[in-house]
């Protein structure tokens, strides 16, 4: 599959504070990316660096395999990584003409990405009469007006109303169901799992978790569990695929699991080592919890 853009080692440092922590990750073809982390982990300094905006202290990235210089691939990127900056009197299809002029495009998209983004029958009103969804639509239809091959957003919902929220989200999945690679910095899990197919997790500019936004998702939870000789359950438990880490309570040990496991396997296991439990709880652990986890750890 091809790769739109590969980030090697990429870090940033203002002064003392490191805002981007030696990450690396690659984007794919035709997926949905979500950059997630809270304010200040580092997701629009990453976005400025791969668009050419930033300088990285050190580290690298390259677009499409290389076979174009940095410069020359930001013309097949579509990128909004500020608030839009149109004119306030001017209708959306004058912004959008003034935007194909100054970037040498062809107008005869125009209309085509209104459409897009839902707003072509108010292509002709002024937009300092728009409402901040529209504002914001209107930017996406500027960015699609070269045909990119990947849309880059920087927060797209926020200061939405739910209504708002809803449209984007729904333009971004049809956006990438024709093919466009999509890369987003969120700060919302719920967003991040509804429209993205893959997430780079960051906290304070370091990534936590690159993957599938379904295996971030993997519920397997963990287990309270107690024996009269704890030391020994201790090391029963090291050895097990299913056992994560290992916490010592007052009350016993909680076991974080890498795979499911059903507690009568778990019983049987310990008997067969000449443990006898004295307590074995399974706890489920919600999404919400554990994104708050992965970003909270160090
Ligand atoms: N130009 C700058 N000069 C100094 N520090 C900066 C600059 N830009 C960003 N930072 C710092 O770098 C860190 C990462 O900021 P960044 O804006 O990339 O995070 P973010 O995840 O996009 O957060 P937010 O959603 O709040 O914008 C923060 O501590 C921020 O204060």
């Given at each position: 599959m091809e790769t739109i853009l590969e980030i090697n080692q990429l870090h940033k440092n203002y002064g003392a504070l490191t805002a981007v922590d030696r990450i690396s990750f690659q984007i794919k073809k035709g997926h949905v990316y979500g950059i997630l982390?809270?304010?200040?982990?580092?997701?629009?300094?990453?976005?400025?660096m791969v668009l050419n905006v930033v300088n990285p202290t050190s580290g690298d990235y390259t677009w499409f395999e290389g076979n174009t210089s940095n410069h020359d691939a930001l013309?097949?990127?579509?990128?909004?990584?500020?608030?839009?900056?149109?004119?306030?009197s001017m209708s959306a299809v004058q912004n959008l003409e003034l935007?194909?002029?100054?970037?040498?495009?062809?107008?005869?998209?125009?209309?085509e990405k209104l459409t897009v983004v839902d707003l072509l029958s108010r292509k002709h009103s002024p937009f300092k009469t728009y409402?901040?969804?529209?504002?914001?639509?209107?930017?996406?239809?500027?960015?699609l007006l070269n045909d990119p091959e990947i849309l880059i957003l920087d927060e797209p919902t926020?200061?939405?109303?739910?209504?708002?929220?809803?449209?984007?989200?729904d333009i971004i999945q049809q956006i990438a169901s024709n093919g466009t690679t999509i890369l987003l910095a969120s700060h919302l899990l719920d967003e991040v799992e509804k429209v993205c197919t893959d997430v780079v997790v960051l906290?304070?500019?370091?990534?936590?978790?690159?993957?599938?936004?379904?295996?971030?998702?993997?519920?397997?939870?963990?287990?309270?569990?107690d024996a009269a000789n704890r030391d020994a359950l201790h090391e029963f438990l090291k050895d097990k695929p299913y056992a994560g880490s290992i916490t010592k309570h007052d009350d016993?040990?909680?076991?974080?699991?890498?795979?499911?496991?059903?507690?009568?396997?778990?019983n049987k296991d310990a008997f067969e080592s000449g443990i006898i439990l004295?307590?074995?709880?399974?706890?489920?652990?919600?999404?919400e919890d554990q994104f708050i986890e992965l970003t909270n750890q160090n």
């Open positions: 982390g809270p304010n200040g982990s580092g997701k629009s300094t990453t976005l400025g013309k097949r990127i579509g990128a909004i990584i500020e608030r839009p900056n149109f004119y306030p935007v194909c002029k100054i970037k040498n495009i062809d107008p005869s998209k125009i209309e409402s901040l969804g529209m504002k914001q639509r209107l930017a996406i239809a500027s960015a926020n200061g939405l109303d739910p209504k708002g929220i809803r449209q984007i989200r906290r304070n500019g370091k990534m936590l978790y690159s993957g599938p936004v379904g295996e971030m998702n993997r519920n397997h939870g963990s287990i309270f569990i016993g040990l909680e076991v974080k699991l890498y795979e499911d496991v059903d507690n009568a396997q778990i004295s307590k074995l709880l399974h706890k489920k652990q919600s999404l």
